[in-house]
């Protein structure tokens, strides 16, 4: 049973590279989340979508993009890598209010 | 909005006894759901436990049980029979009914380490 599943799970970019991370789940959930996670913040929601072709914002948005074509992919694209978007990304789907998460990647900005 | 406060960074308890963690929440709806998660070091986050908010009555699972307190804006979790495997951070979480997507708001967390 695969759940969600993220890749890569590990990547390193240098300033002002570009990449995207792919979110697969395969419960047919509508809905799907990008969540980062920073030493002592928690969570914080990135991006969501309710379901095939629609997105929409969430706390902190800036600086990354988000698609999903396909109900069970939901992208998470970094167009200008930035320092500060060296953290850890979870991506989680559900079809109520239990959230199905990934294992994580990690990315660190050089 | 809604927040979510935990005040314990870290807390350490020993083998098989028992543990609270503490946890607060803002909030001006009246119904919701609040969670705890649980993070070991493999980073995986795992649902421990799940409370609605129009229901009086503290959910539990195994060893795991929550004191829910919706006029104090409060939902602690106690850990009985504390195991080396609980090891790991703890999250609060809270989040608006279903109808949409269930966007959760996480607290700090709270490190918890369980010696023998």
């Known amino acids: 049973n695969a759940g969600v599943t993220q890749t890569p799970k590990f990547r390193v970019l240098k300033t002002g590279q570009s990449m995207t991370l792919l979110c697969a789940q395969d419960m047919n959930h509508e809905y799907m989340y990008w969540y980062r996670q920073d030493p002592g913040m928690g969570l914080r929601l990135i991006h969501y979508s309710v379901g095939e072709g629609t997105t929409a914002k969430g706390e902190v948005p800036d600086g990354y993009n988000v698609s999903r074509l396909k109900k069970q992919n939901f992208l998470l694209g970094l167009e200008s890598a930035a320092p500060s978007q060296t953290s850890v990304y979870f991506c989680?789907?559900?079809?109520?209010?239990?959230?199905?998460f990934g294992s994580g990647t990690q990315l660190s900005v050089l | 909005a809604q927040t979510v406060t935990q005040s314990q960074p870290e807390m350490s308890v020993q083998e098989a006894e028992t543990v609270t963690l503490s946890c607060t929440y803002d909030?001006?709806?009246?119904?919701?759901?609040l969670f705890w998660y649980k993070q070991p070091p493999s980073r995986q986050m795992i649902l421990v436990i799940r409370?609605?908010?129009?229901?009086?009555q503290n959910a539990t699972e195994n060893r795991f049980s929550v004191n829910f307190q919706k006029a104090a804006k409060s939902f602690s979790l106690k850990i009985s029979d504390s195991q080396l495997g609980d090891t790991a951070m703890y999250f609060c979480a809270f989040s608006l009914p279903t109808g949409t997507a269930s966007k959760l708001t996480f607290g700090t967390g709270t490190r918890l380490q369980v010696t023998l």
């Open positions: 909030t001006s709806e009246n119904n919701y759901y």
């Open positions: 989680a789907s559900s079809q109520r209010e239990k959230l199905f």
């Open positions: 409370q609605e908010a129009y229901k009086q």
